[in-house]
């Protein structure tokens, strides 16, 4: 069996290490393109690069194709690496996309002329959302026609893509998972905390993710705040990752007069990851839902939960799910209840670690990436056997 991976330039580890444990059972290969958001070092997988160069070679090659793809196309760059793919994805059993993309777009397009079977995961849990953007929408129609296995990540996803009307026996849900060797529990690493300049004895609360409104980070200055002016003193917020929304935080904290309650610790290489977390007491992750998105999973919470921390998030679109009863979920935007929910933490070691010890248990059920490798493998057998 051939399986053939294609993530635009989203190619990254966290992504694919549900993979990587089928590599002895399965020919896969990754297809990177030239101007990829991450570092692909780390993944133990095959891996095609492709490059600008190459692609304008093969497109001048099929002149007339590429004008009609490229120049006559409703919309700008809507094709990742179209000759590229058909060139390298012939013979390939199945291919495997995620969401609408120039890479979906593309394998929807090559599908029937290459013969492969298209799966496509799927992370969207507002319905018909792509209306609000006519190229994606485009995209989007076409794309879901020629799907053969859709994958959503949540039992949420699925009932979106159920109301937008796609049958019942073209999903299954197998849930992201993390390496829960690489993120398990273990002592705070000193040089670790060394570096970011907090104090052993000092209570740790972590942020990972985006610096942008929707994930509300600003409610992590508000908390810090309401804090201080209840007695807390020793306490750090640690915020891992980059955003526009940096900026405006650095200013709440100014006026806030909480400098001392903050750590930037920036970009984090996964690979640093697993003790990131290690050095936190408790993990949040305070995102709140607008018109065309809400939470859609929160890898970084089962990520959290694998290295036996307890939660505070919220009530936003599949964080109920994802987080059961590891943690203590508050309304969106409602910093009153999340200082509240923090301080119980504080005050309360034994809740600290029930949760903790909750959370890694449900993640070795449900988030295990060996374990939800396999269930994929399985799903690829019976796509092959309905092939015969």
Same mark, same amino acid.
Not at 222 to 233: M, Q, S
Not at 241 to 268: C, H, P, V, W, Y
Not at 310 to 333: K, W
């Given at each position: 069996?051939?399986?053939?991976?294609? #993530?635009? %330039?989203?190619?990254?580890?966290?992504?694919?290490?549900?993979?990587?444990?089928?590599?002895?059972?399965?020919?896969?290969?990754?297809?990177?393109?030239?101007?990829?958001?991450?570092?692909?070092?780390?993944?133990?997988?095959?891996?095609?690069?492709?490059?600008?160069?190459?692609?304008?070679? #093969?497109?001048?090659?099929?002149?007339?194709?590429?004008?009609?793809?490229?120049?006559?196309?409703?919309?700008?760059?809507?094709?990742?690496?179209?000759?590229?793919?058909?060139?390298?994805?012939?013979?390939?059993?199945?291919?495997?996309?995620?969401?609408?993309?120039?890479?979906?777009?593309? #394998?929807?397009?090559?599908?029937?002329?290459? %013969?492969?079977?298209?799966?496509?995961?799927?992370?969207?849990?507002?319905?018909? &959302?792509?209306?609000?953007?006519?190229?994606?929408?485009?995209?989007?129609?076409?794309?879901?026609?020629?799907?053969?296995?859709?994958?959503?990540?949540?039992?949420?996803?699925?009932?979106?893509?159920?109301?937008?009307?796609?049958?019942?026996?073209?999903?299954?849900?197998?849930?992201?998972?993390?390496?829960?060797?690489?993120?398990?529990?273990?002592?705070?690493?000193k040089t670790l905390m060394s570096k970011y300049n907090i104090d052993e004895d000092c209570f740790v609360i972590l942020y990972v993710g985006k610096l942008v409104s929707w994930k509300g980070v600003h409610n992590l200055i508000y908390l810090a705040k309401i804090l201080t002016n209840k007695g807390f003193k020793n306490f750090v917020i640690a915020v891992a990752g980059r955003g526009a929304q940096k900026e405006n935080m650095i200013?709440?904290?100014?006026?806030?007069?909480?400098?001392?309650?903050?750590?930037?610790?920036?970009?984090?290489?996964?690979?640093?990851?697993?003790?990131?977390?290690?050095?936190?007491?408790?993990?949040?992750?305070?995102?709140?839902?607008?018109?065309?998105?809400?939470?859609?999973?929160?890898?970084?919470?089962?990520?959290?939960?694998?290295?036996?921390?307890?939660?505070?998030?919220?009530?936003?679109?599949?964080?109920?799910?994802?987080?059961?009863?590891?943690?203590?979920?508050?309304?969106?935007?409602?910093?009153?209840?999340?200082? %509240?929910?923090?301080?119980?933490?504080?005050?309360?070691?034994?809740?600290?670690?029930?949760?903790?010890?909750?959370?890694?248990?449900?993640?070795?059920?449900?988030?295990?990436?060996?374990?939800?490798?396999?269930?994929?493998?399985? #799903?690829?057998?019976?796509?092959?056997?309905? &092939?015969?």
């Amino acid at each position: 069996m051939k399986l053939g991976i294609v #993530l635009d %330039n989203k190619v990254n580890k966290w992504a694919l290490q549900r993979f990587e444990p089928l590599k002895e059972h399965i020919d896969i290969k990754v297809f990177v393109g030239e101007r990829n958001d991450y570092d692909v070092s780390y993944i133990d997988l095959n891996k095609k690069f492709l490059t600008h160069s190459e692609e304008i070679l #093969l497109a001048l090659k099929g002149i007339k194709t590429a004008y009609k793809r490229v120049l006559r196309a409703p919309y700008k760059k809507l094709d990742f690496y179209y000759f590229s793919l058909k060139k390298y994805l012939s013979g390939m059993d199945i291919i495997y996309s995620c969401d609408i993309t120039r890479s979906a777009y593309t #394998l929807a397009s090559l599908k029937d002329s290459l %013969n492969f079977k298209f799966l496509l995961s799927w992370w969207e849990n507002i319905p018909f &959302r792509a209306v609000f953007d006519d190229r994606t929408n485009f995209q989007k129609k076409y794309v879901m026609s020629k799907v053969d296995m859709f994958l959503p990540f949540t039992e949420m996803a699925k009932r979106v893509l159920e109301i937008e009307g796609v049958e019942k026996n073209k999903i299954a849900v197998i849930y992201p998972g993390v390496d829960t060797e690489r993120f398990k529990p273990g002592d705070k690493p000193k040089t670790l905390m060394s570096k970011y300049n907090i104090d052993e004895d000092c209570f740790v609360i972590l942020y990972v993710g985006k610096l942008v409104s929707w994930k509300g980070v600003h409610n992590l200055i508000y908390l810090a705040k309401i804090l201080t002016n209840k007695g807390f003193k020793n306490f750090v917020i640690a915020v891992a990752g980059r955003g526009a929304q940096k900026e405006n935080m650095i200013k709440l904290i100014k006026e806030s007069k909480t400098e001392e309650n903050f750590r930037f610790l920036d970009f984090i290489s996964y690979e640093e990851m697993p003790d990131v977390y290690r050095i936190s007491d408790l993990f949040i992750l305070p995102s709140y839902p607008i018109m065309t998105w809400q939470e859609q999973f929160g890898m970084v919470l089962i990520e959290a939960m694998a290295t036996g921390k307890p939660i505070i998030s919220t009530m936003s679109g599949a964080i109920p799910e994802v987080v059961g009863n590891a943690g203590i979920l508050i309304p969106p935007g409602d910093f009153f209840a999340l200082t %509240n929910a923090v301080v119980d933490l504080i005050e309360n070691s034994n809740l600290r670690d029930t949760l903790g010890k909750i959370g890694r248990e449900r993640v070795e059920k449900l988030f295990n990436a060996s374990q939800n490798a396999y269930k994929f493998f399985n #799903l690829l057998h019976e796509i092959m056997e309905r &092939r015969k």
